[in-house]
């Protein structure tokens, strides 16, 4: 072989080498590369990224989520404030709670880092149009700590409770109907109260419209409508504790149960000395009246007599008195004297003794 072939030779086996070279750093390295990557392309590969075994990997992860971040991505931007932060507010949800588990540890929390980034996202965000109800209330509870920059934090905060809670949110419903009771506004907490209980997961909520309408707050005192809260609590606790222990359940359950027994018997002593009209009617003569109830059709309640003796009053002998009542008979000086006692004879012995009764006569 002549020398200049030898020469082509080598020349094309260097090249090839190289391409054999290239191509492995290529594979190794190409997660690293995103050729025509958009911003969400970033952060989809940064949130899978971040939870590989390979330290290498998620360092890449870390750097696509900034990179989307830096390139105004509010969803990079959260996650990455999220574990700048480390501990979140009492009720807020993470934006991404398997990238979030992945991420803790791998950066320092830095609060200064953390309020930068919820800002950004923030911002970006608000320049259109929020309907998200967890984001709503995730931004509330950041402006109520001090967080997210505000000029009125109380102002803000209770804004957004309120489009969270419009959008569907039970806890901002929660927040705003028991801010509204302790302020004593009980017409506006009972609108948030209720839309709260009936989402099904807010038993606190219902026994607290139950209270209203077992104390008057608001609302005119109802026994009945208070045990209708009452027994909605009671159902949200069986539902919500169903998977406890029998001793969580059981306390769970004390509550509403409490309130349900105490409004049964406000309400069966309500009953008991509520007025009730009775109409009645009187046949026979002026020397003999027999009285009828409209609630009786099947006989006279007892009659009233004049006899030689005096006037007797008498009731019927199928009927069974109350123990406080000793006597069937009784004689008295008038014949209205005697129909009076029968009436209300008769209506002790069939209603109690706590009835209070208003007697019409039909005409």
Known sequence: MSLQKKTLLNILLFIGCLALAASAILYNYSYKMCWKCSTQDYYERGKEFVCRDKVELQQTGIDFLRLAADQQQPSAQLLLAECYLGELPEGYNSHDDTALACLNGKLRQNST??????NRAYST???????????????????ENGILNSDNPQCDAHSLYLQAAEHGNAIAMHILGFGYHNKADYTAAKKWLRLGAETGNDAEAALVLGDY????KSETINYEKAILWYRVALKTQKTVWARSSEEERFAALDAPKARIEMAMRKLQKNRMLAPMTLHYRISGNANHYIVHSEDRPEGAIGDVKKTATGITAQIDESITLA???PVRSKVFESMNDGMEWLLRTYARSRYGSYAKVHFVLEQ
């Open 125 to 143: 965000l608000h320049q259109g149009d929020v309907t998200d109800n967890k984001q709503l209330l995730n931004f509330a509870l950041l402006v």
């Open 323 to 325: 123990l406080s009542i």
């Open 113 to 118: 880092f953390a309020t930068q980034f919820f």
């Open 213 to 216: 309408f077992f104390y008057g």
